[in-house]
């Protein structure tokens, strides 16, 4: 018995002597390391991460030069600016303005509108005698685009109110304006029924405050009499009349080469909605 437990005694204390000759070899105390020797391998570490980044920021660019870029040549500019010849006797070079827009004088104080009929929205006054510029005409020439002098703050205004400096309105180009935009309302959703050449357009009434409510807009573009007609409608009833479904007719002839259209607006006090096509019903 007691052997046996000399034995297993000597069988504990070995792990024990092992444990402590490993924490002396842990313990022992290396050998100082030259500044010298610690530079060079800073450095070593340095150069090796320097040419690993080097790599990669390589690769990175590469695949980005690689990727196919397609470069679409801008157009040439249109100047209006044309070089007049050298003049014989300064030998200098002039610059030669566009025509000038053909001057317009005002008959009597008149509404300027945002678009060629009564039915748009006021956008300033003119007064007599003022001179203006004129842009263009509507389609048949009832209404002239005028500016102020030298380009800014464009309006409608009768022919019959206005004269040009020179020649006749219908030497002028047809043109078409921009309305001012206003989205605190949405456009009616409008369907049309043909009745022979009368076309109903209706729609379901939007809901307005009083203040801003100004009714609505239709732009036909309708054939008649063989020949394509702007025709401009305003539809607004008193506001206790903006229920329910609300409707317009126009004549819508057969005859001309451009199929007709249409197109709805909510007329607001600062400006329209913007605009919703009116599905067109096609001639029979």
Not at 47 to 74: F, G, S
Request: net charge negative.
């Amino acid at each position: 018995m007691i052997k046996i437990n000399t034995h297993l005694n000597s069988l504990w204390g070995l792990p024990v002597i092992l444990l402590l000759v490993f924490a002396g070899s842990a313990c022992t105390i290396s050998p100082p390391v030259s500044a010298e020797k610690t530079g060079i391998q800073a450095a070593r570490v340095t150069q090796l991460a320097t040419v690993l980044v080097t790599q990669d920021v390589t690769q990175e660019v590469t695949r980005v030069i690689e990727i196919p870029v397609t470069v679409t040549p801008a157009g040439t500019p249109i100047s209006t600016l044309t070089p007049a010849p050298a003049s014989p006797t300064t030998g200098s070079t002039s610059l030669t303005l566009a025509p000038d827009l053909p001057e317009v004088f005002v008959l009597e104080h008149s509404d300027c509108m945002y678009g060629p009929g009564t039915i748009y929205l006021y956008k300033y006054s003119v007064f007599p005698d003022n001179p203006m510029e004129a842009l263009g005409r509507n389609m048949d020439g009832s209404w002239i685009y005028i500016q102020n002098l030298h380009g800014w703050n464009p309006c409608w205004i009768q022919a019959t109110l206005v004269k040009l400096a020179s020649g006749d309105f219908n030497g002028l180009p047809i043109v078409y304006s921009k309305l001012p935009f206003d989205n605190e309302y949405n456009p009616p959703n409008a369907i049309a029924r043909r009745d022979g050449n009368e076309v109903t357009i209706s729609w379901k009434a939007i809901w307005m405050s009083l203040d801003e409510y100004r009714g609505y807009l239709i732009e036909a573009l309708v054939c008649q009499g063989g020949t394509q007609v702007f025709d401009p409608i305003s539809y607004f009833p008193p506001l206790a009349g903006n229920t329910g479904t609300l409707s317009v007719k126009v004549i819508d002839e057969s005859g001309c080469p451009v199929p007709s259209s249409a197109q709805i607006y909510s007329a607001q006090r600062q400006g329209y909605s913007f605009s919703a096509l009116v599905p067109w019903p096609p001639h029979p």
